[in-house]
């Protein structure tokens, strides 16, 4: 077997990333030892069970090598077999470019379309796969999945909503101050938005953290988040800089310089590539504005583990075909699929669903965090690493996620349990519940999916007219540049012309079959 990895190794044990221990981030040859004299598979999941961290591990024994990523592939891994021989790795373009005969997945191609990533464990290259988070995977004569962590396993705690709320409130002190401990000499720096989680981070950060933290917001000039997160960095006495938008800091994105590794790197063969962020990093790590070894610490993504995804109908028993649907129906709506690629992914994604179904809830959790979640939100952190710089993300500690798959659901669905802490604890006490939230309240959120469910009995030139196909991170401009640099002929028209993430992942398909020179029928 063949192991091409960038990472630190010893004793036939490679590592990446860290695990927080306590207070205590424990990283390279003390996070070998971590995982040092495992005997059998079994060890190797309670060690990855017990594991709470953005980390990845491989482990030859004997003639085997048991590999893993974490709860949200924060380091992905590839593999592939050639001439019966496993080739596992870090880098997908270097997996797929061992392979004599390179394909495009179609099945992988219509998920990428219409969601933005490739399902389970395929990627868009036929015959190379990802590791999926939260799994392991042994390999030997043959290549052996097993998942070591599901949302939906385990009971759920009853208790009222004040018990809950106080353990809720503790545990978000108890873990801000931990890793924020551990990151004591750091340079914290801060995307802010106006919304919960980002201001969340703000306030802990501000309570916790002794070193310097530097927030920025960024987008086009009238961009509503701007007013908002500006009064919150100023409430916390925190230095906050706005990072304007506008042709001209894009035009020449194409051929700046980082954009042409930027793509592949962050795409990986399996993600659509963001750049909602590239420009800002992009602007602060050439303005000299942040230290280079500063730590990026986003709000991903305390809205999704506290319920904002949850539907009243969830609460219902469900079987795999009702669930699948809901999840193909919000999640799988860029483009229009044919029927037949529609079918292969539905069925795909029915992969990963029981048959019976009685907390579907927490089914769908699992759903979006071992994939959307994975895929497509987290992923999108790999531009802090791209630029050079490292990212934390407290609200996916394992200790958090644990709380809320625990809860009932009624103390979900629309963040009950969630806004209720935060508004009336600790948002309160720094001063942050502000005079116009652009949060969406409940019945907000109700009101929009009303309308979500019946955009589709409108033509599709109706629908278009009705919406504002301007973006407030330049999205439109950026990717007019995309299809500029392709031509118009080569894209389809996304459901809706403002789902401009539908630009991005034609573009890159397009040129994922240049570079690896693919062939394919479509």
Request: proline residues 3%.
């Amino acid at each position: 077997m063949k192991l091409i990895l960038s990472w630190f190794t010893k004793n036939d044990i490679w590592v990446t990333g860290f695990l927080r221990i306590g207070n205590r981030y424990i990283r390279n040859e003390e996070m070998v030892d971590y995982f040092q004299g495992l005997k059998a598979v079994s060890d190797f999941e309670r060690k990855l069970i017990s594991a709470n961290g953005q980390f990845s591990v491989v482990i030859r024994r004997n003639d085997e090598i048991w590999a893993a990523v974490d709860r949200l592939r924060n380091y992905p891994l590839y593999y592939t077999l050639i001439d019966c021989e496993f080739a596992i790795g870090d880098d997908s373009y270097l997996v797929a470019g061992m392979l004599q005969d390179k394909y495009l997945n179609n099945e992988a191609r219509s998920s990428f379309l219409s969601a933005g990533f490739t399902p389970n464990n395929l990627t868009l290259v036929d015959k190379v796969f990802q590791i999926e988070a939260g799994s392991y995977v042994v390999f030997g004569r043959s290549a052996k999945i097993a998942f070591y962590h599901d949302a939906s396993d385990g009971n759920i705690v009853n208790q009222n909503i004040f018990e809950a709320g106080s353990a809720l409130y503790k545990l978000i002190n108890n873990v801000f101050s931990a890793n924020l401990e551990a990151l004591s000499d750091k340079f914290i720096v801060i995307p802010l938005s106006g919304g919960f989680d980002s201001r969340l981070i703000a306030a802990m950060c501000s309570k916790y953290h002794t070193g310097k933290i530097l927030c920025y917001t960024y987008g086009s000039a009238d961009n509503p988040e701007v007013q908002p997160a500006a009064e919150i960095a100023q409430r916390l006495g925190l230095k906050w800089i706005n990072i304007v938008y506008n042709k001209e800091l894009i035009k020449d994105f194409l051929i700046d310089g980082f954009f042409n590794d930027y793509y592949p790197y962050v795409s990986g063969l399996s993600s659509m590539f963001f750049m909602q962020e590239y420009f800002a990093v992009r602007y602060l790590k050439n303005s000299g504005l942040i230290p280079d070894d500063s730590v990026f610490m986003p709000g991903f993504s305390g809205d999704v583990i506290a319920g904002s995804h949850l539907i009243p109908v969830m609460k219902k028993k469900m079987n795999r075909k009702q669930i699948t649907n809901i999840i193909f129906r919000e999640y799988c709506r860029m483009i229009h699929l044919s029927v037949t690629d529609r079918t292969s992914l539905i069925n795909l994604i029915a992969q990963r669903i029981p048959t019976e179904c009685s907390n579907p809830w927490r089914v769908f959790e699992t759903w979006d965090m071992k994939e959307r979640q994975a895929k497509f939100i987290v992923n999108s952190a790999k531009v802090w690493r791209f630029f050079g710089f490292e990212y934390v993300i407290p609200l996916w500690d394992y200790n958090l996620v644990k709380f809320f798959s625990e809860l009932p659901f009624e103390f979900k669905l629309y963040k009950k349990l969630y806004d209720m802490v935060l508004k009336e604890t600790i948002f309160r006490d720094t001063g942050l519940n502000l005079k116009y939230e652009i949060s969406a309240t409940p019945t907000q959120i109700r009101v929009q999916r009303i309308k979500e469910s019946v955009k589709p009995v409108f033509p599709r030139i109706f629908r278009n007219l009705l919406i504002d196909r301007r973006s407030p991170i330049c999205y439109d401009e950026i990717t007019k540049l995309l299809i500029n640099d392709l031509g118009s002929d080569n894209f389809k028209n996304p459901v809706q012309l403002n789902y401009f993430n539908s630009y991005i992942s034609q573009w890159y398909i397009f040129k994922t079959i240049k570079d690896l020179a693919l062939s394919y029928k479509l």
